[in-house]
């Protein structure tokens, strides 16, 4: 019955706590993002079923549920894609990656929506290869061009970069378009964050776009720079150290 010794241990569970309020935010976050447009597919669908909307407005309506639904969709879309990178952060596969051939395909593929909004799109550069995911890159490209094409003015243009640069590989996004304004420019890599949120959703934003970015950047270990000015436009250099 004699005590003969003691073991305190002290735990540190900082980290651990952050990022459980983190997730619980983000499911909040996810709930909240999906409701709002369940909830008008909803009241449009039920006012049809009851016949209370005039024959001459039903494809208006129609129109609505359609646009709603598609916003569902690219919301349920990037949040696979986060959660995906998240997943293959553990174990990536890799391969070797032409970021100018990617930016490439990107480009033409934004072509028609850059058309719409007479946004100019030029590709400068030349090879540059880097080791990694390919989806992932793929998505980091996408992201960057296509918000650089949404948040535009009409006349503007996107200018993106790859290139192979002293010891580096650099891939780069500008626009002449809206600008970030200062005060936002460090909180808009966090999951669902917006400068003008109904701005955003107008363009068929869904806040995760820059989120899938960073975290498809800090899988290759790459740096982010931002810079912007608001009214004069946003370049986004992503810096892939030493590949
Ligand atoms: P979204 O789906 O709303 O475009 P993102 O995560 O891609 O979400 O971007 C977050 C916010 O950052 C956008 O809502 C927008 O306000 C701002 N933003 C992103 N890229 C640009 C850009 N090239 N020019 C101006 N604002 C931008």
Redesign the pocket.
């Known amino acids: 019955n004699q005590i003969t010794g003691s073991v305190v241990i002290a735990l540190d569970t900082t980290e651990r706590e952050q990022r459980e309020a983190l997730r619980r935010e983000f499911s909040a976050n996810v709930s909240h993002e999906l409701k709002t447009p369940l909830t008008s597919i909803s009241g449009f669908a039920e006012l049809l079923a009851n016949g209370m909307v005039p024959p001459e407005r039903v494809g208006e309506f129609a129109g609505d549920i359609y646009k709603e639904s598609q916003r569902l969709m690219a919301l349920v879309d990037d949040i696979i894609e986060l959660s995906r990178l998240e997943e293959e952060t553990a174990a990536p596969e890799t391969e070797s990656v032409d970021l100018y051939a990617l930016a490439e395909e990107t480009l033409a593929s934004l072509r028609p929506a850059a058309e719409r909004r007479d946004v100019t799109l030029t590709l400068r550069g030349g090879e540059a290869v880097v080791q990694g995911v390919r989806t992932a890159l793929q998505e980091l490209v996408y ?1 960057l061009c ?3 094409v ?3 003015r009409p006349g503007g243009s996107v200018t993106v970069t790859a290139e192979k640069r002293g010891g580096e590989t650099v891939l780069s ?1 500008a ?1 002449t ?4 304004p200062y005060e ?1 420019q460090n909180r ?2 966090e999951r669902f ?4 949120k109904s ?2 959703r107008q ?1 068929g ?7 899938i ?1 960073k975290h498809a950047a800090a899988m290759h270990k790459a740096r982010l720079e931002l810079w ?1 000015e608001p009214d004069a ?2 370049k ?1 250099t992503v810096h892939f150290d030493g590949q």
């Open positions: 992201n296509d918000n650089a949404k948040y535009n996004v626009d378009g809206i600008g970030i936002h808009v890599f964050y917006r400068v003008d701005h955003s363009l934003g869904t806040g995760l776009g820059l989120s970015v912007s436009g946003t986004i």
